[in-house]
Structure formats: C-alpha cells, structure tokens
C-alpha cells in the first residue's frame, strides 16, 4: 500500500516547516523544502492537517463500516455513581450536561442506577434532568465492583440501545466504561471538557486536553453506539432544581448472573484526618518543597480548613515523606481542576503543572519571582510564604465569618 | 508464575513546551521514555520475579524506537521483551491498543498476572489497561497501591486500590490483571550487568498477521474513535503579581479571591 492514512499534497506544499513543528511524535522532516512524514512514527493525530496553512496534508478517513443500526439509537444515558451510600455530584453535574445534549437530539435524559436500597434516592434525579431512570436493586450490588457493573450496564445497554453514554471520570467510572466500550464493542473518550452536538450529523464532539493539557484533542465516535464518554467532577454544571420530581421508572430485574465470582470486595478504609478529599474539591490548597519540613503542613491545613478546602502537595513534598501520595497533584499523582488553586511554595515544575493547570483559578505563594508557578499564575505573591499563607488564612477568617 | 507488564514509551513532557509566538508545541529533541507509571509496574514485575520466582515478559506496541524502552525493562530485570510495531497499528485508539495487547498477551499465553501503570502520561486515558482486561475475559484491580498477598496454590492474589477518598482491598482469582500508581513502590536503577545483558538480547517483533489480526482490524480503521481535530488551548491570560509589604500583598489578593470564595 503506497499512501497510508496520510499524505503530503506535493503540489501544495511550500517547505515551511509548521508541520514539523507541530507534530506531537516528531514524524515529519524536510527533505527537499517539502514536508516528508515517517509513517512508522505517524499516529495519524492530524496535528499536522490542523497547523498547515497551505491545505497540504491530506489523511484518509477509513471506510464506512455498516452503520446502518445507528439510526435505532436514542436517549442520553447517565452512570450514576454512589459516594458514602450518596448520589455522588459528578452524577447531577452530567445530568445537567445531559439535559442540553438531549435536547438538540430531541431526545430523552436516561439515568441508569445501580445499587441497593436505592427507592428512596433515585426521585433526586428527576429534579436534576433525568427523564427516566432505569434501577437495579440487589444486594449483590451494594458494593461497586466494576466486572458486575460492566456485565448488568453492558447488558442494558443493548436491550434499549441509548444514543450516548456518560459516567464520571473517578476511579470507579473510568475502570467500569473501560470494560463497557470493549464489551459492546464503542468508542470512548476519557475526560472530557468539553461535549457538544453536531446537529446536522447527530454527533457528539468530544473535547479533551491531552498532552498534560498542551494540546486539545476534538473526538467523534461515528460508527459505533453509544457514543461514550467520561467527564471530571466539577467541569460540567448541575442544574438548578427546577424539573419535577417524578418521571418513568423502570426497575430491571435481570435474569442469569451477573456477579463475577473472581473478584471479591474485602473492605475499604476510609482516609482519616481530612475532610475534603482532591477529586471534589472547589478549593485545593497545596503546598511544596517551600514549606521545608513535614510540621508546616499545619500551614496549608489551616489554610484549607478555613477554605472548606482539600489539602494537595506538590511530588517534591510527597516524596520527602511530609505527606502521604494520594495528596499529590500533577504527571504522578492526580489531576485536579478545582476552581481555586493555591500554591504555596511550589516551584511548578511542568510535572507539577499538567496536573492543575486546567485549575479556574491559580494562585501561587513564593519566594523566588522566577519561579516558573508564576507563569499559569491568575494571581501571585512574591514573598515568604510563612509570612504569606498566615496572613492569609487570618484574613479568610475574617471574612467568612462575617 | 508468568508476569507480562505492558507498557508505553511517551515523550519526556517536561520538555513539551509552546511556542508562544505560533502558540504550538515545541517537540524539537524531546526525549522518548518509558511512561513513569510504567516504571512502577516494571519494578513491581521484577519484585515479584524475586520473591515467587516468576517468568517476566514485558510488551510494548510501537514505532520501531519504543524498542529502547523494551530494552530498558530488561535491564531493570525483566525477563523477555516482545515489540508489537506494524505500520497498520497508526490511529489505533485505546479500543484497537488494547485489542492488540490482549491479542499478544493470548500469544504468550499460560500467563498469571497482567501489570500496567495506571494510565500513560501523553494520553492519560487509563482505558488500555480495563479494555486489556476485558478483551482477555479476566478480572481487574485498578489504582493498585499494594500488592498486600499472593496464594500461588489457590491462585489468590490480595491487594489494596487507592481510590479518592481511601483505599480498597480486594481479593483476585488469577489469572487477574492490574493498573498500578506510584505509591506501590520506588523502581530500581538498572544494573550494568543488566544493562549489558538488555543489550545483547534479542527482541521478536510481532506485526498484525502474527497476532491474527486483519489489517482493517487495527490502526484508524479499526477504531471506533477518530481525533476531527486538534488545537493548542488558549492560553493563561497573564496574571497579577503582587510584591513587597506580605500585608498589603495579602489584602489585595484576598480584594481579588473574595467574590469566588464566598
């Protein structure tokens, strides 16, 4: 085969090396004054296509597979996801997102409930947009384990045959849908920020960051349904509860097993000592190598405390053991996008920075005016963050309270 | 026992930076590396080989230079090193890699436990690994910070999960696989005896026919998602630094938070 996916329009190239420059895999060389794209290294990301002035690349969609079952697709289905034996507000936020997505498909808010004891929370889901809601109740379910998730989901998502499907990008969402797209056969796309539809093509576009948020990416799902995706907490916007509180309800009360017999839930145990955990954060105080010893944590503590806040640290502070891992935002630790982020005496190294820079707000606390914190920074002080950070939390105080 | 890691090798994002000019990313003379929850899971790999005396292989689907990651595990002291590299494979999304992986995972066969890191640092999806999984038909334990017990008799495996808000222990019949985070341990240098014996080894390369699969399978064709298109995100409007008395810096930017804080 000579042209694989992609190709340079020799006629239209002008040698101007944008491509190249933009290539995330490095694929393309001048040779000549005309753009040469190693095949071996291409991924076909289209960055090229994208940057070219001259409209000089080419990529070839692939064929058309049958799609001709699309059509019998409807309905905009949401996982809904328990936290502490509640509705977790990932949920209601891609309720409200579902809302708007269904209704320029004309079409219906499906939220899909799995658990036990669920009859007297699933009626919170109709004030948040669902239409509908699809339950399955056993014991078997009170605890999540995302194989006998993924068998019941996957089944009842060929019964009824919904047009999109999304779930919470958390631990549990982003290990169950995994396991759901293989299954029934889908695309899916993790961590959206952006979903929108195409109303002509009834498609959804689907915007993620990857990268470490360097570059965005725009994905469809074409040719097979549902469309699936997975969204942070705090990215997409609760409704306000203005919708009724009754809709259909249908309780499935599936035959055959479901429960897979290889994995067993033993316990779980809960972090002790903090209240706001990253992931659902509005405001993440977080502190790093600044702080210089393990007891001026209490700094950042006092802070968060004040905040209503969850407390983060940068990998230079996790890894001298001043706090424990699962504290730690950026490339090793977690990605966070609360709406307040606070720095304190973190430098921002880019490992520290893909992890919070999608963050509403940043503000960063430190000493040295070069830090490179200060570039993402909204807002900055340049100071002694001992000085700083008390300061601030005092006149926090003051405020809130009053 | 048989331990196959799977793993990725990605650019060392600490050099993706953006041209503020043209506002595109400058990729010139960036360094490949192994994904670092990669690492995590080869280290993990290695410890296990120790202690039950396991078979290690590790696998690796890409371009013809991702054979130096697969020779840098071996140095670090896994056992065997399959490259999956095939021009088809280009576009292929985490539905067709994973695809691809359970396909050479199939090929090596007989094996006890499957490791990955928790998600690769370029495209942090964290769906290869599931999709692995399900592909294969086996059960999973994702975010592993422990790998608190292995019963080789009973094929049991005992082990921790980090989730948002604590941790998970959950108990896995093998053959089971697993996604790992840092926390599970502190990878090991290479040795130099092990370096020169990564050097020497050879490497099969598995390409789409190897593995059973058809071409229209893999790469963009096979896909069931298709990147439209691709942009650099606006950037960060330049932000309001404050210096000189920590009081007055303080009450200014307290002036400024105060309308989202309350």
Known sequence: MKDRGIRVIKEK???????????????IVLENNLA????????????????????????????????????????????????????????????????ELAKDLDSEVVAVYL???????????????????????????????????????????????????????????????????????????????????????????????????????????????????????KVMKELEGTFSSVGEVIEENLDGEFIDRRVKFIDFIKEEGYKVNLADADVIVSGGRGLG???????????????????????????????????QVGQTGRTVSPKIYIACGISGQIQHLVGMQSSKIIVAINKDPEAPIFKVANYGIVGDLFKVVPLLTQRFKEIIKR | MKIIVCIKQVPETTEVKINPETNTLIREGVASIINPFDMYAIEEAVRLKERYSAHTFVITMGPPQAEDALREALSIGIDEAIHISDKAFAGS??????????????????????????????????????????????????????????????????????????????????????????????????????????????????????LGLREEEVGLSGSPTQVVRIFTPPSRP??????????????????KLRIHIL
């Open chain 1, 36 to 99: 040469v794209i190693d095949l071996s290294k291409c991924t076909l990301c289209g960055a090229c296509k994208e940057a070219c002035k001259f409209d000089a690349i080419e990529i070839f969609k692939p064929q058309v597979v049958d799609t001709t079952s699309i059509g019998e697709h409807k309905g905009v289905w949401v996982f809904v996801e328990e936290e502490d034996g509640k509705i977790a507000g990932v949920s209601f936020e891609l309720l409200g997102k579902a809302k």
């Open chain 1, 293 to 327: 010893a393990p007891d001026n944590f209490k700094l950042i503590r006092e802070l968060a405390e004040v905040l209503g806040a969850a407390v983060g640290a940068s990998r230079a502070a996790v890894d001298s053991g001043w706090i424990p891992y699962s504290h």
């Open chain 2, 93 to 210: 999304d985490t539905w067709v890699t994973s695809l691809v992986l359970a396909k050479a995972i199939e090929r090596v066969g007989d094996y006890d436990l499957i490791i990955c890191g928790k998600q690769a640092s370029d495209g942090d999806t964290a769906q290869v690994g599931p999709g692995i999984a399900t592909h294969l038909n086996l059960p999973q334990a994702t975010y592993v910070r422990k790998i608190s017990s292995i019963d080789e008799k009973n094929k049991i495996m005992r082990v921790e999960r980090l989730l948002e808000d604590g941790y998970e222990i959950l108990e896995l019949f093998l053959p089971a696989l697993i996604t790992v985070v840092k926390e599970i341990n502190e990878p090991r240098l290479p040795s130099l005896r092990g370096k020169l014996r990564a050097k020497k080894q050879s490497i099969p390369i598995w390409m789409h026919t190897d």
């Open chain 1, 115 to 233: 658990g036990y004891n669920l009859k007297e929370k699933y009626s919170q889901l109709f004030r948040k947009g669902a239409d509908k809601v699809i339950f399955v109740d056993k014991p078997q379910l009170k605890v999540f384990i995302s194989e006998n998730y993924a068998n019941i989901i996957s089944s009842l998502i060929q019964k009824y045959k919904p047009e999109i499907f999304l779930a919470g990008a958390t631990t549990k969402g982003r290990s169950l849908v995994s396991r759901i797209a293989v299954k029934i056969r889908t695309g899916l796309t993790a961590d959206c920020t952006g979903l929108e539809i195409d109303k002509e093509k009834r498609l959804l576009i689907q915007t993620r960051p990857a990268f470490g948020g360097n570059i965005m990416a725009q994905i469809i799902t074409p040719n097979h349904r549902p469309q699936m995706a997975t969204v942070r907490h």
């Open chain 1, 13 to 27: 190239c002008v040698g101007c090396g944008l491509c190249m420059k933009v290539c995330p895999f490095s694929a």
């Open chain 2, 238 to 255: 330049k932000g309001e630094i404050f210096e000189g008395d920590p009081e007055e810096c303080v009450n200014s930017l307290v002036e």
